[in-house]
């Protein structure tokens, strides 16, 4: 399949963007994007990751946060040749583009929702003949971006990304598929539920690279460095497996009648929901369960080491 076209030109004008037909849209997530001279400059001083160091062949994991130091929103950052891509739930964009916005002042940075461009999950026959694509990688091909998630793959759908103005069916099923694998890799998200609830490292952020602690500051720096350096971090997120239904984000998870966490993500499966949680350390091991459920939760071995 030769490489879609992001023609904005043509998107401007009322054109029907090329469609992808091996590829899915992933209604769930959304892109906001930053441009302008200061774009970089100023995302360097609004995220966890060291922006300095993004070039275009790779992903890069980060958070934004409030003062202090909670996660208000979790983005895969792409640095294209229109700007930089936050790749983030699409029912944050609006409440992440106000917050961004009031911290650009004179910074020559615009920040507005990439609302021009689908995302979509696709097999890696989508790519380009001369284009591989490890795990984590990032190219930009003709507009659309192609990238991989590390962690992630999806029997039958596989594992590339697709960021860019085409059109891609909607499918469900093949959605869900993609989202539990995005659990089963352990890989961190914020919703509305969520906003706020966590600092960084709770939603294991730093041990995906997600956090720089040697860059300059950045909005809620301080508590996140306090946590890492004084060794405080005493909540930290793992996988689950429950006979029960899905639960939402930020539903409690519970120790008999004691507060030990809160739900991060879950999806449901034939045999019940896989569940990411942020637990008491303290707690990971004692039975626990979901908040308005009796079932008694399983934890399994994320693809990565939790301390």
Sequence with gaps: MSAPNSIPDSVANGAAVPSVPSAIQLTRLAAIMV???????YLQGQLTADLDALDSN?????CCNSPQGRVQAVFWVLARGDGIALVLPASLVDTTVLRLRKYVLRAKAKVEAAKHLQIAVAPRSA???DVTLESGAHRQIDGVSYFSLPGVSVPGIDDVLLLGAFS??????????WHLSHIRAGLPQVYPETHEAFVAQMLNIDLLGGISFEKGCYTGQEIIARAHFRGTVKRRMFLFQSPGPAPAPGTRVLSGEQHAGEVVDSAPTDSGSEILAVVSLAQRDSPLHIDGQTAILTRVPLPYAVE
């Design 127 to 129: 790519l380009p003949a």
């Design 168 to 177: 891609a069916p909607v499918d469900a099923a093949g959605e869900h598929r």
């Design 35 to 41: 441009s302008g001279a200061d774009a970089r400059s």
């Design 58 to 62: 790779r992903v890069q994991l980060a």
